[in-house]
Each structure stands twice: as C-alpha cells, then as structure tokens.
C-alpha cells in the first residue's frame, strides 16, 4: 500500500473498493462518490479530529434512540433534505407529486368502508373533514380498487403511536376506490406540529439554527398492482410553516384547499383532491432514459 498522504488518501482509500470480495457496479459507484465527498467535506471545513470525534459520538446517542416507534435516522435524513432529495430522484413527476414519507407510517391500518371516519376520540376544538377525490392514470383513466392509506396528527399535535392517551391507529385509515375511482373519507383538519426534537434531531437543529416545524397536513400512500406506489401529502393551504418547513417537503401541487363544509357531510370543512397514478412500466421507462 502507498504511504497515505493528504494528497492521497481519497485515491488511496477508492482503490480498495473490490480488493478482498466481489462488489457490484453499483456500490463501487456508490463507495467512491461517498468516499471523494466526504474527503471532500472534511478537507473543505479542515475537520478537526475532535469534531470528527464529536460527530461519531452524535451518530451513536442518535442509534441509541432508536426503536420500532422512532426512526432517529430517517429524522436526521429529513432536517438535512435529503429524504425528500431522494424521493425526487427516484420519482419522476408524471403523475401526482410524491414526498417523503416520514417516520410515522404505520402498516396495515384499519380497512375502513367508503366516507367512513379516521378519529376514534374527540378533541377540544378539533375541525372536522369530509374529503373526496378520484384516482386516475396518467391518461385520465379512472383507477378502480385503489387503496388509499391516511394518517395524520391529532389537534394535539401527537401522532397516535407517540400518544398514551390516543387509541391505537387513532387517525388512521386505509380506503379503496370504487369502480369510478372514488374514494371518500372523514377526518380531522390536520395541525402544524413540531417534529420530535428531544433527542439527536433537537442537537442537529440546534447546530443548523432551524426550527421544528412542520405545516398542516394529511399523509398518504396511494397504491394498485402495476402503478408506481404514490407516497404523498396534501397541505393546508391556510397553514403555519407552508413557506419554511423544517423537513422542506411541500410541494405547489399538493396544497389542498379545506373549504366550508357542505350540509349533506355533517363536517366542518370539505376537501376535494384527486391523485394520478403512473403505470409502473412508464416509470421504469422515464429511470433508464
Ligand atoms: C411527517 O410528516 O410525519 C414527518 C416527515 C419528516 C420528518 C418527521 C415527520
Ligand atoms: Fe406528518
């Protein structure tokens, strides 16, 4: 081996990629460029060895933290933008606009008949939700037998499974189009809340001198054999933080307009948002290009 210099470490240390094992072409491409950046990022800030120290000490508290409730890592992705970064590269907008999907999905929520309700329990001052939509391909086809996976915060700002006092998939739901596409659903207007900040996430907005907070919201996942899975959110477009969320995940397109409910609902409000779904072969197609 070459005597490691400044110079020449990076070079030194991407000449090892394969030497003792077989690797694919992908992770050679994916070790080299994580190598030459992060040399990189080192040399441009001079890291300090006590820094580098500090930085291994933060990556170990934020393992420590976490559990099949809460994801430090995805977390941590999301402040720095890079969840939602990648989301756009592996998503080409044809279709609906995706983003991320943050760490709060929980699988395989109540099947819930047509216009039924997500809320289990009451909250003081909570705004309630008649939302309806259709879902179609990209060439305007209705989708029948979609399903439509919900969740969102409580008016307390708490998900359910980071709640003693909610039930559980308390705002949670998972509904299916008929044969016209449409699906209809209640639930609660959704509230800005802070994302969790006690742990390493707090260190790391700290440091960035960035606030918590994350606007108004509905979460979904929009899936039917064939297409490409649809992982989104609409926002409140009368929302706190629309213009400077903390995990930078709002999109134009996905702002939804809650309006006054309409009498033959029973709810407060009224939503009308519709979802394209892309074929997934056109999906793979738009990759390769
Ligand atoms: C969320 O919207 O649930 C979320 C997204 C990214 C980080 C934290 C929470
Ligand atoms: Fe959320």
Redesign the pocket.
Known sequence: MSKVTIDNVTDVVVATLGQNGAITERQREIMTAAIRHLHGFCKDVNLTHAEFIDACMFLARAGAVCSDKRQEF??LG??LGV?VLCDMLTNPVTGSEST??????RENPPVLPHGASTAQKHFDGEETVFMEGYIKDTSGRPLAGVTLDI?E?APNGL?ENHDHDQPDYNLRGRFETDENGYFALRALRPVP?P??ADET?GELLRYMGHHPN?PG?L?FIVAKHGYRTLVS?VYDSSSAFLDND??F?VKDSLVGNFQKGKPEHGTDLYLRFDFTLKPEAAVSALAAE
């Open positions: 995805i977390l999301d402040i969840e991320v999907l943050g760490p709060f999905y969740w915060d998900y809340y994302i969790p996430a994350r919201h979460h959110q903390s995990v995940a």
